[in-house]
Structures are given as C-alpha cells and as structure tokens.
C-alpha cells in the first residue's frame, strides 16, 4: 500500500509540473534566493514556472529538489531529481541530488549501534552457555534468540549500508559526467557531503579545494568550505572561509548568516546575535536571521524574545508550512505545550500527513495531560510509517503515556524498544527500572540499573542507589553491599547512602551487628550534619539510634549507653513504644539484676 501511494504521490507531481500554467514566470536566481529566504512555497512556485518554461534544463530540477530537502522532504526531492536526470542524463547536478537524498536517508548511527549492542548480548550468552557445565534448554533457547537477534539487527544495518554505496553511484556518475573542471558540480558535491545526515568531510574537502582552484572567486565554494570546518568543530577556520567569501561579496546575507550560526555552535550567543543584526542591515527581510536570531535568544533562556523573533520570521516566510513548523516545534522546546498542540493541529489541516508535525502533536498532547490523544496520534504514526522510521521518541511518548493511566508493563516494553534502537539514551533504562521497582519485580529492576552502569553512558550515583535497593530486596545483600559501596564513594556525605548501607549490613551480621554499626554511625554524622532539613531524617535517625542501642545491649556495654540512644529516640519521637517500652521494663529488669548482684547470699 505505502509504495501504491508513493507512486502516485510522483504521478501526481509529475502531472502538476507539466500542466500547471497559471505560475508566473520566475528566473533561477529567483527560485535559488527564495529557497535560501526559506520561502519555501514561493520558491516552489517560482521552479514549477521554470521547468514549464525550459522543460529541458535538467538545472532547474536540481535547484528545485534542493528546495525540497531544505524542508526535509526527501520523496519529492527524489522524484524531482530523477525527472532532471531522465531529461538530461549529462547533467551531473541531478545525480550528485540523487546521492544526497540517500546520505540524509541512511540510517548509519542506529543501525550500526542496534547490531554492536545485539551482538555483544550474543556474545556473553554465548560464552555463558560455554562456560555452563549443565546446558539447560533455556540456556540453548535462550543463545539462538540472541543469535537470531543479532543476525537481524546486521541485515538491517547492511540495508542502510547500501544507501550509502547506492549514493556513492550516483556521485561517481556525476563526477565522470562533470569532468576535471566543473567547479559547480564540484561545489554541489561537497555541500551533499557536508550537509546531509551521514557527512563525508574530507572527501568534501577533497573537492571543494578542487572548485576553488578553478574558480577562486566564488562565494558559494567559500561558504561551502567554511561549513566543513564548522562541522570538523574548528571554528577559526570555519570565519576565515566565510569571511572570504564577504571579501568576495560583502553583502552575502548567507554568509553573514553561517557565521551566525558558527557563533551559535560555539555558545558565543551574543556574538551570534550582532552578526546576524548586521545581515538584517544588509537585508532586513532576510527571515532566516530571525529565525537564529529565536534561536540564540532561547539559548539564552530569553524565551518570549525568541518567540518574537520566531513571529517575524514566520511573516517574511510568508507563513509557510515549514516556517510554522519550525515556530511549532520552538513552541514546544519553550515548553508552550498548549500553543504548540494548537499549531500543530492547524498544521495537520494544511498537510494531514506530516508526521513531523504529528510527533508536535502527540508529545505536546502528552505534556498537557492527554494521554489519550497521545496514543491516538502515535497509532497514527505507527501505522503510516515504515517500521524503521519509527523515532525513539515515539516509543518513548508512548511508554510515557502508558505510564501516565498505569499501564507499567506494557510501557516498559515501549521503554525497552526505544532503548534498544538508541542505546546512548540510557536514561531509558532508569524508567524501565523504575517500572519494575515499582512492580516490585525487583530482580528486573536490578538488570536495567546493571545495564545502564555496564553502558558507561550518565551514570550516576543514583543508579548504584537503584541498582543496591533492588538487590536487597531480592536478598542479594553482598551484591547491594558492592553497589551501596560505590554509591558511598560517590556521594561520600550522602546520609541515605550510608543508611542503606547499613540495612543491608544488618542482614549480612544479624548477630553481632558489627558490619552494621559503623554505616549506622555515619548516616547520624552526615544526617546530623544537614541541621536545616534534619526533620526528613528523622525515621532514619530513630532506626539507628535503636539499633546501636540494641548494639550496646548485645555487647554488654553500660547502661548508661543504651540509655543515652533510647533517649535520643525519645528527642525525636515521645510517643515511640520501643523507646517507652525500654524504659518501663528493660530498665528496671537491668537494674533489678543489678541489686541482686550487690546482695550478699543468703546462708
């Protein structure tokens, strides 16, 4: 069904192209300042009227694909593309869009990370199984699912490896076609290079370094080679390139704009924010400047200014799909929850089929409290999409919101498939434990705490706290020593810490208290140390002054000693029974063998 529509989505633009006459006509220079303005609806109207009136220049449909991968429409730039390469198979500009369109679509990251993590598991059930002198059923079972895993999760990553050789062949078609001195095919292949997704710097560099040599004078190569030194992260290099493409053409708003952004990237906001006003001098309906202008005031926490900013870029953008877009999704990261669902519900009448926007939708549903909503949308998405373009996002929301109405298990599931698409979100795995502590399936609980540790990705002191807690309760209590241990070295004045420690040393030394006693002692030291908020230690500090009362007891230590802790008790809590109990009855017990101790025999 999803290729049916796909073909005639390209029918239907096809036919659009060859019969729309009513466009006005528009020069390429025209249709290029137009993209680069981010009027992307302009600029499509301005190439319709182009391919009408010079259907054989392949050029236009360069220009025009190009047009739709700024908004990040990579079906319409594909099918533009390869009717510009059908018109004029000696172009190379259509090709070099072709192999752009394939680098952005790769999944390179997520594929590769998916089949090192399923096929590390496979290796450690594996030698498991190796190791084990009894060999269980479930133990076999249990290697050959992994092994199935594993072997999917590689045909998967060499399927996206092919998009990669799949545009390495449309490049090098271009490139025969192009010649040694083409500089504009040269220029268009190092900007694909460096624009898309997956990025092939020093190739790029290779051969933006080739275009300079035959045209030294233009500005686009210069701009070109300052963004591949933005992206190696060298930021001087990156000014020096765009500061001679200004030397060039001292009123180019695109490069004004991509020292802009260089700025931006380097944190140097306010840098940021005059560089751009100088391209607003130079064109004050340059919207993009307002755009990052939105940007760099977020950034900086000034929120409402960044939404005003955003407001004048949607009017110089005409209000054009992409622009609110884009003014949607700040909306949503303002954390405008209710506005963004707002304009995402708007968008989604002028293109129901966004799933951009849809994802707006759904997660900004969720953050208003609408759970529901929520699930609906992303069944939608779940339903339109190939399964791997599902996000991890989208499995994320919807574990959330599963979470939200109490549906743990079947969110953990969510939680699991969108750790295992990215395993850098390891904060995955603390919601997956927390599900399960709070099921109090706390052997499960225990595994995600020890997955996200064994990742190395954030941990932090409260997972060794998570990870420690689970063991205990599944009366692993060396297990939970070791991680309350570490959770000790980490956070060394942290009261809990040493409290946990302490219940679990208990269980270690039930007799002689001993291995308990010295964690008990430091939780008072450090609880006793935080005096402003001492009223939320105070169960804490009533457990341990009985246990080391009840310590003193058992070791015989004076009276005076037991009596001081169960006073403290008392301090803390009046009414509290044990306390009370002691003083009533122990003591007196104590004191009574005492006299009959003094008591001469009787003979």
């Given at each position: 069904?999803?290729?049916?529509?796909?073909?005639?989505?390209?029918?239907?633009?096809?036919?659009?192209?060859?019969?729309?006459?009513s466009?006005?006509?528009?020069?390429?220079?025209?249709?290029?300042?137009?993209?680069?303005?981010?009027?992307?609806?302009?600029?499509?109207?301005?190439?319709?009227?182009?391919?009408?009136?010079?259907?054989?220049?392949?050029?236009?449909?360069?220009?025009?694909g190009?047009?739709?991968?700024?908004?990040?429409?990579?079906?319409?730039?594909?099918?533009?593309?390869?009717?510009?390469?059908?018109?004029?198979?000696?172009n190379?500009?259509?090709f070099?869009?072709?192999?752009?369109?394939?680098?952005?679509?790769?999944?390179?990251?997520?594929?590769?990370?998916?089949?090192?993590?399923t096929?590390?598991a496979y290796?450690?059930?594996?030698?498991?199984?190796d190791?084990?002198?009894?060999?269980?059923?479930?133990?076999?079972?249990?290697?050959?699912?992994?092994?199935?895993?594993?072997?999917?999760?590689?045909?998967?990553?060499?399927?996206?490896?092919?998009?990669?050789?799949?545009?390495?062949v449309?490049?090098?078609?271009?490139?025969?076609?192009?010649?040694?001195?083409?500089?504009?095919?040269f220029?268009?292949?190092?900007?694909?290079?460096?624009?898309?997704?997956?990025?092939?710097l020093?190739?790029?560099?290779?051969?933006?370094?080739?275009?300079?040599?035959?045209?030294?004078?233009?500005?686009d190569?210069?701009?070109?080679?300052?963004?591949i030194?933005?992206?190696?992260?060298?930021?001087?290099?990156?000014?020096?390139?765009?500061?001679?493409?200004?030397?060039?053409?001292?009123?180019?708003?695109?490069?004004?704009?991509?020292k802009?952004?260089?700025?931006r990237?380097?944190?140097?906001?306010?840098?940021?924010?005059?560089?751009?006003?100088?391209a607003?001098?130079?064109?004050?309906?340059f919207?993009?400047?307002y755009?990052?202008?939105?940007?760099n005031?977020?950034l900086?926490?000034?929120?409402?200014?960044?939404?005003?900013?955003?407001?004048?870029?949607?009017?110089?953008?005409?209000?054009n799909?992409?622009?609110?877009?884009?003014?949607?999704?700040?909306?949503?990261?303002?954390?405008?929850?209710?506005?963004?669902?707002?304009?995402?519900?708007?968008?989604?009448?002028?293109?129901?089929?966004?799933?951009?926007?849809?994802?707006?939708?759904?997660?900004?549903?969720?953050?208003?409290g609408?759970?529901?909503?929520?699930?609906?949308?992303?069944?939608?998405?779940?339903?339109?999409?190939?399964k791997?373009?599902?996000a991890?996002r989208?499995?994320?929301?919807?574990?959330k919101?599963?979470?939200?109405?109490?549906?743990?298990?079947?969110a953990?599931?969510?939680?699991?498939?969108?750790?295992?698409?990215?395993?850098?979100?390891?904060?995955?795995?603390?919601?997956?434990?927390?599900?399960?502590?709070?099921?109090k399936?706390?052997g499960e609980?225990?595994?995600?705490?020890?997955?996200?540790?064994?990742?190395?990705?954030?941990?932090?002191?409260?997972?060794?706290?998570?990870?420690?807690?689970?063991?205990?309760?599944?009366?692993?209590y060396?297990d939970?020593d070791?991680?309350?241990?570490?959770?000790?070295?980490?956070?060394?004045?942290?009261?809990?810490?040493?409290?946990?420690?302490?219940?679990?040393?208990?269980?270690?030394?039930?007799?002689?208290?001993?291995?308990?006693?010295?964690?008990?002692?430091?939780?008072?030291?450090?609880?006793?140390?935080?005096?402003?908020?001492?009223?939320?230690?105070?169960?804490?500090?009533?457990?341990?002054?009985?246990?080391?009362?009840d310590?003193?007891?058992?070791?015989?230590?004076?009276i005076?000693?037991?009596?001081?802790?169960?006073?403290?008790?008392?301090?803390?809590?009046?009414?509290?029974?044990?306390?009370?109990?002691?003083f009533?009855?122990?003591?007196?017990?104590?004191e009574?063998?005492?006299e009959?101790?003094?008591?001469?025999?009787?003979?």
């Amino acid at each position: 069904m999803k290729e049916v529509l796909k073909n005639l989505k390209s029918i239907f633009l096809l036919v659009f192209i060859v019969s729309c006459c009513s466009v006005s006509a528009q020069t390429l220079k025209d249709g290029i300042r137009l993209t680069v303005n981010e009027q992307y609806e302009e600029a499509t109207g301005a190439f319709l009227a182009l391919v009408q009136k010079e259907p054989q220049n392949a050029t236009n449909y360069f220009y025009f694909g190009k047009n739709y991968i700024q908004q990040e429409d990579l079906d319409s730039a594909k099918i533009i593309f390869q009717k510009g390469t059908e018109i004029d198979a000696k172009n190379p500009l259509n090709f070099i869009g072709l192999g752009e369109v394939l680098l952005n679509d790769a999944k390179i990251s997520e594929s590769n990370m998916k089949y090192e993590k399923t096929l590390k598991a496979y290796n450690e059930l594996k030698a498991e199984y190796d190791r084990a002198v009894n060999k269980t059923d479930e133990m076999h079972t249990a290697v050959e699912m992994a092994s199935a895993n594993s072997e999917k999760a590689k045909t998967e990553r060499d399927k996206e490896k092919v998009k990669i050789d799949q545009a390495n062949v449309n490049f090098e078609k271009a490139l025969a076609i192009a010649g040694p001195k083409n500089s504009v095919a040269f220029i268009a292949y190092a900007e694909a290079l460096t624009a898309s997704k997956n990025k092939f710097l020093e190739k790029a560099m290779e051969y933006i370094d080739k275009a300079i040599a035959l045209d030294s004078r233009s500005v686009d190569a210069y701009i070109v080679k300052g963004d591949i030194y933005t992206e190696k992260n060298l930021g001087s290099e990156a000014a020096i390139n765009y500061n001679k493409a200004l030397d060039i053409d001292k009123i180019s708003v695109k490069a004004i704009l991509r020292k802009g952004i260089l700025y931006r990237r380097t944190t140097s906001y306010d840098v940021a924010i005059e560089t751009l006003n100088e391209a607003l001098k130079v064109d004050p309906s340059f919207a993009p400047a307002y755009r990052e202008l939105g940007e760099n005031y977020y950034l900086k926490g000034n929120v409402e200014r960044a939404k005003d900013e955003y407001k004048k870029y949607l009017s110089l953008s005409k209000n054009n799909f992409s622009a609110r877009l884009r003014y949607a999704n700040l909306l949503f990261r303002t954390k405008d929850y209710q506005n963004a669902l707002n304009e995402a519900e708007q968008l989604l009448r002028m293109n129901p089929e966004n799933i951009t926007v849809m994802r707006i939708k759904a997660y900004a549903a969720l953050e208003t409290g609408d759970y529901k909503r929520t699930r609906e949308t992303l069944d939608m998405i779940f339903k339109k999409v190939e399964k791997s373009k599902i996000a991890v996002r989208d499995l994320e929301y919807y574990g959330k919101a599963l979470q939200k109405t109490n549906e743990d298990s079947t969110a953990a599931v969510y939680y699991q498939q969108a750790f295992d698409m990215d395993t850098t979100r390891t904060d995955l795995l603390n919601d997956i434990a927390s599900i399960y502590f709070k099921m109090k399936k706390y052997g499960e609980a225990a595994e995600a705490y020890k997955e996200k540790i064994s990742s190395g990705v954030g941990v932090k002191a409260a997972d060794y706290y998570g990870l420690g807690q689970s063991y205990f309760f599944t009366q692993r209590y060396q297990d939970a020593d070791t991680a309350f241990a570490k959770l000790n070295e980490l956070s060394p004045k942290w009261p809990s810490g040493y409290l946990w420690r302490a219940k679990d040393n208990y269980f270690l030394d039930t007799l002689k208290l001993e291995l308990a006693k010295p964690f008990y002692e430091k939780y008072i030291e450090f609880a006793l140390e935080d005096s402003v908020n001492l009223s939320k230690y105070k169960s804490g500090l009533i457990e341990s002054y009985k246990l080391l009362a009840d310590y003193a007891f058992r070791h015989k230590q004076p009276i005076d000693e037991i009596d001081r802790y169960f006073k403290k008790v008392l301090e803390l809590d009046p009414g509290d029974h044990e306390a009370l109990n002691y003083f009533e009855q122990k003591r007196r017990a104590l004191e009574k063998e005492k006299e009959n101790k003094k008591s001469p025999p009787q003979k």
